[in-house]
């Protein structure tokens, strides 16, 4: 009976992970008694307070926008460079060692480098964060040209599905797997990079603000504003990437 009850409301479980998350927060600070592990309800406090001000989702929204840009321009460029070439094994072959150089970058050099080189700008802010997530987006791309099936393709043709039928019907829905890991891996990743980044050489964001907490060991709002970035990075998973997921594969049983 309880299987079945779950299977009906998946969402309890989930539910009930986090109020036992929450419970063990609340356990170890009471129990360490510290300024460097508020309870839950004081770094609640803290994030309501930020939000009532403004302050948070001003600079919450500076990184939203820095996230949106950056994240479009890397999936635009990695899926083109992607399909390119997994479609050409001689520029594949030609480029393969251009890849791996920049997958092993450190994302902390790349950043360095763009200030150096273009200043504490917001292109050179964008541009580490792009440098850094396209190539492992066209290795994921890459991949998922390299497994697109001939045949389907060659049947394709043979029944004159015409370009935009192919590619509706034969062509996305064997990349649409690649394409979502390469967009999920990207949110995960560019978040990260761009706190560095704003860290480092910007005067507004989330990671600017964490810095500056950080200078005061101000925990309870460094908690408070990563549990903020990561609850719109799970709204921005919940509200747009599970609905598109979810139409793509609408065609499968």
Same mark, same amino acid.
């Given at each position: 009976? !309880?299987?079945? #009850?779950?299977?009906?409301?998946?969402?309890?479980?989930?539910?009930?992970?986090?109020?036992?998350?929450?419970?063990?927060?609340?356990?170890?600070?009471?129990?360490?008694? !510290?300024?460097?592990?508020?309870?839950?309800?004081?770094?609640?406090?803290?994030?309501?307070?930020?939000?009532?001000?403004?302050?948070?989702?001003?600079?919450?929204?500076?990184?939203?926008?820095?996230?949106?840009? !950056?994240?479009?321009?890397?999936?635009?460029?990695?899926?083109?460079?992607?399909?390119?070439?997994?479609?050409?094994?001689?520029?594949?072959?030609?480029?393969?060692?251009?890849?791996?150089?920049?997958?092993?970058?450190?994302?902390?050099?790349?950043?360095?480098?763009?200030?150096?080189?273009?200043?504490?700008?917001?292109?050179?802010?964008?541009?580490?964060?792009?440098?850094?997530?396209?190539?492992?987006?066209?290795?994921?791309?890459?991949?998922?040209?390299?497994?697109?099936?001939?045949?389907?393709?060659?049947?394709?043709?043979?029944?004159?599905?015409?370009?935009?039928?192919?590619?509706?019907?034969?062509?996305?829905?064997?990349?649409?797997?690649?394409?979502?890991?390469?967009?999920? !891996?990207?949110?995960?990743?560019?978040?990260?990079?761009?706190?560095?980044?704003?860290?480092?050489?910007?005067?507004?964001?989330?990671?600017?603000?964490?810095?500056?907490?950080?200078?005061? #060991?101000?925990?309870?709002?460094?908690?408070?504003?990563?549990?903020?970035?990561?609850?719109?990075?799970?709204?921005?998973?919940?509200?747009?990437?599970?609905?598109?997921?979810?139409?793509?594969?609408?065609?499968?049983?």
């Amino acid at each position: 009976m !309880s299987i079945r #009850f779950f299977n009906q409301y998946p969402q309890i479980p989930a539910l009930l992970s986090l109020i036992l998350l929450l419970a063990i927060w609340h356990g170890l600070a009471i129990y360490l008694h !510290s300024n460097t592990l508020p309870t839950p309800w004081t770094v609640a406090g803290v994030l309501y307070q930020a939000v009532i001000s403004g302050e948070l989702l001003f600079h919450l929204g500076v990184t939203l926008l820095r996230l949106l840009a !950056s994240f479009s321009i890397a999936m635009l460029l990695g899926f083109a460079i992607g399909i390119l070439l997994g479609n050409n094994r001689q520029l594949d072959v030609f480029f393969d060692h251009w890849l791996l150089i920049f997958l092993n970058v450190p994302a902390l050099v790349t950043i360095i480098l763009c200030y150096v080189w273009f200043g504490l700008t917001e292109l050179a802010a964008i541009l580490a964060v792009v440098i850094n997530k396209v190539p492992n987006v066209i290795v994921t791309i890459r991949e998922g040209a390299r497994a697109l099936d001939k045949d389907l393709a060659e049947m394709a043709a043979v029944y004159r599905f015409g370009k935009q039928k192919t590619l509706r019907h034969i062509i996305w829905p064997q990349l649409h797997p690649f394409v979502m890991a390469a967009t999920r !891996s990207g949110l995960a990743l560019i978040w990260k990079i761009i706190l560095v980044v704003e860290l480092l050489g910007r005067s507004n964001g989330m990671g600017y603000q964490l810095h500056i907490f950080f200078q005061l #060991f101000d925990v309870a709002s460094i908690l408070a504003y990563t549990i903020a970035f990561v609850a719109l990075i799970q709204l921005l998973e919940g509200l747009i990437l599970k609905p598109l997921d979810k139409h793509a594969q609408r065609w499968r049983r």
